[in-house]
């Protein structure tokens, strides 16, 4: 499978942006799935997740109450909301594909995740 994200971009503090990630190769309906991201020189982070049912989701202390991830398993995506966006918000965004020997409470680990998108760029100014 191959992940394609976008949606990145420049925004003001307060701001909002949609991030989307659209899968192609196979079916991602049976996966969970996440957003991470890296700012540079930090180490790439969890933000957010979505059981492969949709039912579930987890988020990152630092996002919760401004971001929200959803699926559609019929169109292969996943799209992270973000709201209320602060500077502290800017790095690259990543999806992920979580390993197919990962459950749910595995948690937010880069370690369970085997396939990611190339990533894109999310700019906050203050």
């Known amino acids: 499978v191959q992940l394609q994200a976008c949606g990145g971009g420049l925004v003001q503090a307060g701001g909002f942006l949609r991030l989307s990630c659209a899968a192609s190769?196979?079916?991602?309906?049976?996966?969970?799935m996440s957003w991470f991201r890296q700012a540079p020189g930090k180490e790439r982070e969890f933000i957010a997740r979505i059981h492969k049912s949709g039912g579930l989701t987890s988020y990152a202390d630092s996002v919760k109450g401004r971001f929200t991830i959803s699926r559609d398993n019929a169109k292969n995506t996943v799209t992270l909301q973000m709201n209320s966006l602060k500077p502290e918000d800017t790095a690259v965004y990543y999806c992920?594909?979580?390993?197919?020997?990962?459950?749910?409470?595995?948690?937010?680990?880069?370690?369970?995740?085997?396939?990611w998108g190339q990533g894109t760029q999310v700019t906050v100014s203050s």
């Open positions: 992920a594909v979580a390993r197919a020997s990962s459950i749910w409470s595995s948690g937010g680990s880069p370690d369970w995740y085997d396939i």
């Open positions: 190769g196979r079916t991602i309906s049976r996966s969970t």
